[in-house]
DNA sequence: ATTAAATAGTGTATTTTGTACAAGTATATT
DNA sequence: AATATACTTGTACAAAATACACTATTTAAT
């Protein structure tokens, strides 16, 4: 298919994940060139030579949210030689998990996208190369991951309530929880700090809010939820 | 450090555990040439343009061990642009695992390897570029996966006793486990055939032959051993 | 034939963890 | 004051993990 004397071209690709208007959703990009001219697509980019794969990864990150210090881990390389119609690409894929707050998205002049936007994570447009497959298997991941470290944090602010943090497990995992396991499960494993404040009511009965301890993940068993 | 111009090289190294002589080995090979010449280094080799990285680490696997049909599984990608000396040299890292009995080694003319050869995983001779890093992340990953899925069973042979069971087991996991509970947590996971066959008696007490019955993994919560 | 040495095999009681499930409490709104 | 809404809390049961010690079968030695 291609001439063993062409070279492999390797790129990093980003699966961000936000939690937004109560939904999980991930972040996009339009392409503004071929091939797949005007998909959307995870971002993404060449690895630069002297750069390693996470720093390449957390540029990517930076470049379109503006976000440094987050939760980054790699997730697999795809190196399908039919995953790009006109080159070798092999990309090394990473997932994050960030606050959309306090986030402004950002083309950066980058002639190579049109727009930038969050998707639901479970109601995605039809998206470029093998990107599908790679938000697939980064759910997947997001979800082993949450079973063992509370990394669900990184979604949250920095205060918040027990619900919302609930309510992100359940985006998370897409399913309920019951609300009094929920609450002894996490309670037990003493990485909530329990503050002296309350939601401001804006609703109905306040909320105590909590915040974490400093993460020290492996518990015991280190599962959480199942 | 490298021109903004110069390509990067990728490969595969794949890790190849066995279990020979009552101890966990991987398979290491003895580099000819420099960098690191006369050093040892797990096997691996350029992925080629049009082929797959699962087909890579196939063909390496295939031409040191003659083995096919084995449980392959990528590990992560190493791209520290300082892990080579003098070239940008990303890898794909794999692991296997294998029953070192009917296997027969092989250079296969390969003027890269003066000599390959088993090495006790807890005793490993100093290794070139990051492969000591690699071995140990593919020991902590063959460790989870053991909890899930008992994966132990291509390291045995057809027919098995649960004593060779339990001891692969505390080969990889380095710790004893509990005989009772260990033989009660498998029978009940009823994927073990319990044959009508011996061991012949070559020592003491015969022991009872098992077999796997068609894996099927996921079990309820899919735990083994912690 | 008896005994010793080695490995195989087995069951119960306790603790821990997971799960199912419903009523009372604090605030805002009317 | 009554009502609506979201917050908070505990117990009973089931399942899974763990701790723990003796008997059984064979070979080898006397």
New interface residues.
Partial sequence: ??????????TTDVVIFTIKDGKLKVLLVRRAHEPFKGKWAIPGGF???????DAAALRILKEKTNVQNIYLE?L??F???LRHPTA?V?T?AYFALIRSDDIVLSFEDNSEITEVEWHPVYNLPPLAFDHKEIIEYSLKRVRERLEFCPIAFQLLPEKFTLTELQKSYELILDKKLDKRNFRKKFLALSILKELDEYTKSGSKRPARLYSFNEITLNSK?GHFF?
Same sequence: chains 1, 2.
Avoid at 47 to 53: A, F, H, P
Wanted: hydrophobic residues 25%; aromatic residues 8%; positive net charge.
């Fill in positions: 298919m291609f001439k063993e004397t062409k070279t492999h071209e390797v690895i630069r030579i002297s750069e390693t794969i790699q697999y390389t190196g399908d030689p070798r092999i090394c068993r199942s």
